[in-house]
């Protein structure tokens, strides 16, 4: 039996897919979400075989869920869309299988198959590279998902002052308090824009919108003074970033 999960913010598209998984009996649905969050949760707890995955939706989209959940980590996944140039474009490129809504039986029964094979071990497309495609085509997230602990949050990034390393995690200093994520420096910086965003520093990545002053300190870095009162280094390696910010 071949355990699925359903994604979709709709609940007329969910219901469809149901009923067509109504002929084809080794297939069972375990669970439904109707968002990115609680796909996010319910991959991780179900470990289902199969994921129905929605692309369009509000907050997290089918990306984000790709992201959150780990592209090697993710189960064999359908997409689910209406038309959207950007993802059948990296579908097509990647060789991964897609829907598109209204579905089509005929469309759903040949897709099935192509999933049932990796199931049984055929190798599958891997996901990280259209990963990495969409997120060089479509501008930046208006807002991020974060996991701390067992909770998470959605966090603004116009609202981040500034970022720093600690150890396996970084610490975002947003509006009197911060949130530490289990992230690289280098995966964060992928999610925000290079317009708003710098790293000064291999410890440090600051919101431009949020410094207060700049000025020459020791041995060729710069002393960066953000609103908040933090003081940190611009080192020599990033100084030439100056230009290009004014």
């Known amino acids: 039996m071949i355990r699925s999960l359903i994604v979709d913010d709709e609940m007329l598209a969910r219901q469809r897919l149901r009923r067509l998984l109504g002929d084809h009996p080794d297939l069972e649905v375990v669970g439904e979400c109707?968002?990115?969050?609680?796909a996010v949760r319910d991959i991780e707890a179900l470990r289902p075989d199969l994921v129905f995955l929605d692309i369009q939706m509000p907050e997290l989209d089918g990306f984000g869920v790709i992201e959150e959940v780990g592209p090697d980590r993710m189960p064999p996944t359908l997409f689910v869309?209406?038309?959207?140039q950007f993802a059948l474009k990296a579908f097509e490129v990647h060789a991964l299988d897609y829907l598109l809504k209204p579905f089509d039986p005929e469309r759903f029964a040949a897709a099935l198959a192509r999933v049932r094979t990796w199931i049984q071990g055929s190798p599958r497309p891997s996901l990280e590279p259209m990963l990495k495609q969409i997120q060089a085509d479509r501008p930046p997230p208006d807002r991020l998902l974060i996991k701390e602990?067992?909770?998470y949050a959605f966090v603004r990034p116009a609202t981040?002052?500034?970022v720093e390393a600690e150890d396996n995690y970084v610490r975002l200093h947003v509006e009197g308090t911060s949130h530490l994520v289990r992230q690289t420096m280098g995966a964060m910086l992928d999610k925000l824009?290079?317009?708003r965003f710098r790293r000064i520093h291999r410890s440090a990545i600051v919101n431009l919108d949020f410094i207060r002053h700049l000025e020459p300190w020791t041995?060729?870095?710069y002393l960066v003074t953000m609103k908040d009162g933090s003081q940190l280094t611009?080192?020599?390696t990033y100084r030439n970033q100056l230009g290009e910010w004014l």
Request: glycine content about 16%; aromatic content about 8%.
């Open 34 to 38: 109707s968002d990115g969050l609680e």
């Open 81 to 84: 869309t209406a038309y959207d």
């Open 149 to 151: 602990g067992t909770r």
């Open 160 to 162: 981040i002052q500034w």
């Open 193 to 195: 824009s290079p317009n």
């Open 219 to 221: 041995g060729g870095d």
């Open 234 to 236: 611009m080192s020599r």
